[in-house]
């Protein structure tokens, strides 16, 4: 019993010196005598390491947030864009896209090459601009045209580089801001077309009253020269020969003329009437029936006596030009060919009248019939043709309710279709 109260008595002596202890070096702390060795100099480091963790920590967050922020306004942003952006690397992975154009357009996947998501033609472009921008360091812009599902499309496209490493393709679908500019250039070219040919009317007229007031004194000279043959009973068949001829030229001229200023002249009052299909048939071989015969082409007319007085209801000028637009297209086809011709036929049923161009050259190729009728395609020599000549035949065909067709053969025929009155 006394060994335990002594053991508990000195338990508690050794307590009290052990609190004297901590009490001194309390009051070294409050009087700033603790040394580095102390023992709260360890303690006092955490502390302050904890309230510089807890400031950190609350900086970072403050910056996470910021972060969070800037992270959502540009991926708004980016949501707001009309075009896609698709990061790749040098070696044209796809490391990530913002792709809502390329779900719709190009069937878009990631993580996989570049060529799989746009396709091998816009690749190809990508590809050459990589290296100019390897060795410029610069943005290249660029147009690209294509075909999706038979649809024609126009994307206005970029590609810039990060390091080097990792580059940034955009694409921007163009197609309605392209067509409608489209739109204004065929409507700009009609116009043109229009003035042009407002313009040879006035020319034709001033041409055809400079000219005709010589040939009425050739014509007058020539039946005097008749007159005095007859009153001198001249028979030498030469000289009538010679004044047949002059009167032929004379009549012919003058008929290439009118023809030239009925055609020519602007037809900006379309109006429908009834025509003999033989007065546009005549309008149109006095243009084109002496070229035809110079350069070899033999121009047919396939159409029976009786038809040619067959009447069609139409603007005549305007069928006129689409006309004559056929046969000089014939022309330009089969121009140098051997035994070339052009023919022109008619058919009819209870409800149209079908006027053909034919002529001896191979059929259009299957991969441009689609365009021929597309504003401003030709496939002739530069300077040669405009491409808009089977455009606008089409607008007055579609003016008179009708149609022009590429028809089958094994020769290039087109087909006017004219609804009847």
């Known amino acids: ?207 055809a009253h400079e000219i005709n007031n010589p040939l009425a004194v050739i014509d007058v000279a020539t039946e005097s020269l008749k007159k005095q043959i007859r009153r001198n009973n001249i028979n030498n068949p030469s000289i009538v020969n010679m004044i047949n001829v002059i009167e032929s030229t004379v009549s012919r001229i003058s008929k290439i003329i009118t023809v030239m200023r009925t055609i020519s002249r602007e037809s900006t009052n379309f109006h429908k009437d009834d025509v003999l299909l033989m007065d546009i048939i005549n309008d149109v071989f006095a243009l084109c029936a002496e070229k035809f015969k110079h350069n070899n082409v033999d121009l047919r007319l396939t159409i029976p006596p009786s038809k040619l007085e067959h009447v069609i209801y139409c603007d005549r000028i305007q069928i006129s030009q689409v006309l004559l637009n056929l046969l000089n297209n014939a022309f330009d086809a089969i121009e140098g060919e051997k035994n070339a011709w052009i023919n022109v036929g008619f058919t009819e049923d209870a409800h149209h009248d079908f006027i053909q161009v034919e002529n001896s050259g191979k059929r259009i190729s299957e991969s441009i019939v689609p365009k021929i009728f597309n504003p401003f395609f030709t496939t002739k020599e530069v300077g040669k043709g405009t491409g808009l000549g089977l455009s606008i035949s089409k607008s007055i065909m579609e003016n008179h309710l009708g149609s022009i067709e590429l028809a089958a053969s094994e020769h290039t025929r087109f087909v006017l279709k004219l609804p009847k009155r």
């Open 1 to 207: 019993m006394a060994k335990a109260e002594s053991e508990k008595v000195e338990h508690l002596l050794k307590e009290i010196e052990r609190l004297k202890k901590v009490n001194s070096a309390l009051m070294d702390r409050v009087e700033g005598r603790v040394s580095s060795k102390g023992p709260f100099s360890l303690f006092e480091k955490n502390v302050n390491l904890a309230t510089q963790v807890r400031e950190r920590t609350i900086e970072l967050e403050q910056l996470t947030q910021a972060l969070g922020n800037e992270k959502n306004k540009l991926s708004g942003i980016i949501q707001t864009l009309p075009g896609s952006i698709i990061i790749f690397n040098k070696n044209f992975h796809v490391e990530s896209s913002f792709d809502t154009l390329l779900e719709s357009k190009f069937n878009s996947k990631r993580g996989i090459v570049l060529e799989e998501v746009v396709g091998k033609e816009l690749n190809d472009i990508v590809k050459n601009h990589v290296y100019r921008i390897d060795k410029n360091h610069e943005v290249v812009l660029f147009d690209f045209h294509t075909e999706i599902n038979g649809r024609e499309v126009n994307y206005l496209c970029s590609v810039s580089s990060r390091d080097l490493q990792q580059y940034v393709l955009y694409i921007q679908d163009n197609t309605e801001k392209f067509m409608q500019e489209r739109v204004i250039k065929n409507q700009e070219a009609k116009i043109l077309q229009s003035s042009k040919l407002a313009s040879l009317g006035e020319m034709a007229a001033g041409v």
